[in-house]
């Protein structure tokens, strides 16, 4: 859940707000995507997360509210991990 908040808070709640009012909404979206994606030090998954941060994107600015791509993220998150953990069970 932590990881979730931080980059949430980081990508969404700052970087993205600060961009987009500094009069660079194209930069804002896809800079922060490309940035988060990048943070994450796998090039495999790069165009998966990119597209991911740009669906929390336009959910922090549909919903207005930090929490819906905080609970979403955190979803995503899960979901992989319970993927993971199936992969890797025995049977």
Request: avoid cysteine; aromatic fraction near 14%; proline fraction near 7%.
């Amino acid at each position: 859940l932590f990881a979730p908040l931080a980059e949430e808070t980081l990508f969404r709640g700052i970087l993205y707000p600060l961009l987009k009012q500094s009069g660079f909404p194209r930069l804002a979206l896809w800079g922060s995507a490309v940035l988060f994606a990048l943070v994450h030090q796998n090039l495999v998954i790069v165009v998966p997360l990119i597209f991911l941060a740009l669906a929390l994107t336009l959910l922090y600015e549909w919903t207005n509210n930090l929490l819906a791509p905080i609970i979403v993220h955190a979803l995503f998150n899960m979901a992989n991990f319970v993927m993971l953990f199936l992969m890797k069970s025995p049977g």
